[in-house]
């Protein structure tokens, strides 16, 4: 994971903050709490007394409540700052942020703009920082989504995702994510939309450890065939502006019940949400019976609750050495 300056403190900027086996791990921990949270256990107290500061320059429905709740039911604290109520919305800068809630709170999950703004606050914070989603990733959802693969195809190894729609944020942590846990991605999006190159041969990187194959498609068809998971997001993300041109690029990456049919029918359907039926899919196949969307939402309560014990309770050391049971 990213280390801060003044000690070592770790941060999830990106997916690959975490190596595979640590990945791996996370995950592991994530289905043991759920497992725990489902049969009622009572060792979920296991944050009390802690805090964890929760800023957003933009909405949030899962990222935001997903952490609240998680901390809630872990005995913890969260607090939810938009940057119009802090004075980070005045001028203050991020550094000065940084600095002050460090001292108040154990751990600070943001949701930019720019992916510049989470490095600059990792950089100035003494304790863990964790993107909520940034322009460049989304790692809480794309580690999540691993669990929820998993939880729907039994494993990893072997399978593949087919991305389809614009290689944002999510597209980006879908091939770090699908790469650290060996699961094969194929993106597929218009030249318009093509994925960061330094992300991409960072993906390719880690999946050339661990068997995983990470390809770029400009036709949907070709990635679709017989893929596992036909996987899609907005084609206009929070802070990007629609223009025709980018519409009609996009227009032939839509999931419909002739997309999942070239998959077949054993492919399920995800999407992080929220989603826009009859843009990016249609809800015959976002309401159909290949979808799992509300599993894929409802783990990232599980993701995030494992992600908090890995940082800031001694569980963190089976994670963090990448020890799976
Ligand atoms: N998937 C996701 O991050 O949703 P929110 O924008 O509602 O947090
Ligand atoms: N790509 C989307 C993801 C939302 C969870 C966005 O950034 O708006």
């Known amino acids: ?3 801060s300056s003044a000690k070592t403190v770790f941060h999830l900027l990106t997916d690959d903050d975490l190596a595979p086996e640590q990945a791996q791990a ?3 921990l994530a289905a043991e709490l759920k497992a725990q949270h489902q049969a009622g256990h009572p060792q979920h ?3 009390r007394g802690k805090t964890l500061a929760m800023i957003f320059q933009k909405p949030s429905t899962r990222t935001r409540v997903a952490f609240e709740a998680g901390m809630a039911q872990l005995g913890g604290h969260a ?3 938009s940057t119009n109520d802090l004075q980070l919305g005045r001028g203050e800068t991020i550094a000065d942020t940084a600095r002050v809630l460090s001292r108040y709170v154990d751990v600070i999950m943001a949701r ?3 992916h510049a703004d989470v490095v600059e606050l990792a950089t100035y914070a003494t304790v863990p920082v964790i993107n909520g989603l940034s322009d460049l990733a989304h790692p809480t959802q794309g580690l999540a989504d691993m ?3 998993k939880e729907h195809l039994g494993g990893w190894e072997g399978r593949t995702l087919a991305y389809l729609g614009c290689a944002n ?7 770090l994510s699908g790469a650290l846990v060996g699961l094969n991605v194929r993106l597929a999006c218009p030249p318009v939309c093509a994925p960061d190159a330094t992300i991409l041969a960072r993906a390719q ?3 050339a450890k661990t068997g995983a194959q990470i390809t770029v498609h400009a036709d949907p068809w070709e990635a679709v065939a017989g893929v596992d998971v036909v996987y899609t997001d907005v084609w206009v993300s929070m802070g990007q502006q629609a223009t025709p041109t980018l519409l009609e690029a996009l227009r032939p990456y839509q999931v419909t019940p002739a997309i999942m049919a070239a998959a077949g029918p054993q492919a399920i359907f995800m999407h992080c949400l929220p989603m826009y039926r009859g843009q990016e899919v249609v809800a015959e196949v976002a309401d159909g019976p290949q979808s799992v969307i509300f599993d894929q939402a409802e783990n990232r309560l599980h993701l995030h609750k494992a992600l908090l014990v890995a940082l800031l309770t001694d569980a963190g050391t089976r994670v963090f050495s990448g020890t799976t049971a």
């Open 147 to 149: 669990l929820t693969i």
């Open 112 to 114: 930019v703009f720019k």
């Open 169 to 175: 944020n999510m597209a980006h942590s879908l091939a």
């Open 26 to 28: 996370l995950i592991a």
């Open 79 to 81: 607090l939810y700052l």
């Open 45 to 47: 107290h296991l944050l």
């Open 1 to 3: 994971m990213a280390v």
């Open 205 to 207: 990187a880690i999946a």
